[in-house]
């Protein structure tokens, strides 16, 4: 689809476009082994390596820590997102999850946690993951029964993590537990004792990712990721920041999805016509590219919304974006399946491989109907002037 004159319409600076071109070098080197790397819940190796040769990776860390800009830039980590989906779901995760496991630290950490591992996560050395989800407790992460609490000079980190993003391939770990009457986020290495990683029945669309459990890890007061219970709102932070992001995996893997229904339309006759010039095809193509279109101007202001103020004042466009984007994902990969008919159903084809990576989008980081919840108490508070309205 013609996205980048959608993209220079809206005037993004020449720095996104040259960086949306560096994340098309590093999608056509991943290309070849794409369906490989899709096939795997385990890190693949050749797309680690041809992430960690672009240096993209650097946009998740902050320039200070071995990052690329000064501050982690959610319309640049957008924008590649974007990129790399339409190529690789797990390209797309192998890079975003980089972010989204180390943020806290980048932006809560002491010094020390920073210098430690900032670095490494810029380079891939050190893989990162962030573990809240629980085997209780999905969406309502303020009922985690995980704790942490104090152990003479040091800490001990008691609990169940489970459905872990990058969990059995991580370096460390950026946990949320309970400590007394709050939270707190704690900086975990992955090879510290009592760290035990269990493996996951195979998603739909395969993910790395595995449930850890953390049996009486003792820990220096050191590790604490910012204030004690001071934990969720860096969560939120991280969330305000990459959630955004989701949704422009979500506009790539449409985009892709949409083109792939239209190269199929255009070159296949049925009743003596392209079927993209028969009614009913029309029309999803149409409304597609339409729904596609809207998705991606609301992502880019979101992002845009992300970069140029405080995180946390910016979640709810974050969660605009990553609802509208998703579920518009959902509808224009469906109906790309239909226009593709049998063949969209091909094990592997790039569309029957974009179909089942577009599921999970409506559930991981914000579920679809909690973030209407969210969404809809914004409004009403926005409007009567204040919470409780």
Not at 153 to 166: P, R, T
């Amino acid at each position: 689809m013609p996205s980048t004159g959608l993209n220079d319409a809206m005037g993004l600076p020449t720095e996104y476009v040259v960086l949306r071109e560096r994340a098309r070098g590093l999608a056509r080197a991943c290309e070849p082994f794409a369906v490989e790397a899709d096939r795997l819940s385990t890190l693949h190796a050749e797309t680690r390596a041809a992430l960690a040769a672009s240096g993209l990776a650097a946009l998740t860390v902050p320039a200070s820590h071995g990052g690329e800009r000064e501050k982690v830039d959610p319309l640049a980590v957008c924008v590649v997102r974007e990129v790399l989906m339409e190529t690789s779901a797990h390209l797309d995760e192998t890079f975003a999850m980089q972010g989204i496991g180390s943020y806290a630290i980048s932006s809560n950490g002491s010094s020390e946690q920073q210098d430690e591992w900032l670095p490494r996560v810029a380079s891939l050395e050190a893989i990162a993951a962030l573990a809240l989800t629980e085997p209780d407790t999905g969406s309502d992460l303020r009922n985690i029964t995980t704790t942490i609490a104090s152990d003479g000079d040091g800490l001990l980190l008691n609990g169940q993590k489970a459905f872990i993003s990058n969990a059995n391939a991580a370096d460390l770990f950026t946990v949320m537990a309970r400590e007394d009457d709050g939270y707190t986020l704690v900086l975990v290495p992955a090879e510290a004792d009592g760290v035990v990683v269990k493996p996951l029945a195979e998603l739909i669309a395969p993910h790395v990712i595995a449930d850890v459990d953390f049996d009486t890890v003792r820990l220096p007061a050191s590790s604490r990721v910012g204030e004690p219970k001071k934990g969720f709102e860096a969560v939120l932070s991280t969330l305000a920041v990459f959630r955004a992001s989701v949704a422009g995996a979500a506009v790539g893997l449409a985009n892709a999805a949409l083109e792939e229904a239209v190269r199929h339309a255009n070159s296949r006759e049925q009743f003596g016509r392209p079927l993209a010039r028969l009614g009913a095809v029309e029309q999803m193509l149409a409304e597609s590219w339409t729904e596609l279109e809207m998705a991606r101007l609301l992502t880019y202001r979101a992002a845009m919304l992300a970069r140029d103020n405080p995180p946390r004042q910016t979640l709810v466009h974050s969660s605009m974006a990553k609802l509208a984007a998703t579920e518009i994902a959902g509808r224009i990969v469906d109906r790309s399946v239909q226009i593709m008919g049998r063949f969209g159903l091909i094990r592997d084809s790039k569309v029957e491989r974009l179909y089942r990576a577009a599921r999970p989008m409506r559930i991981y980081e914000g579920a679809s109907e909690v973030l209407r919840g969210s969404i809809s108490k914004a409004l009403s508070e926005s409007v009567s002037g204040g919470p409780g309205a």
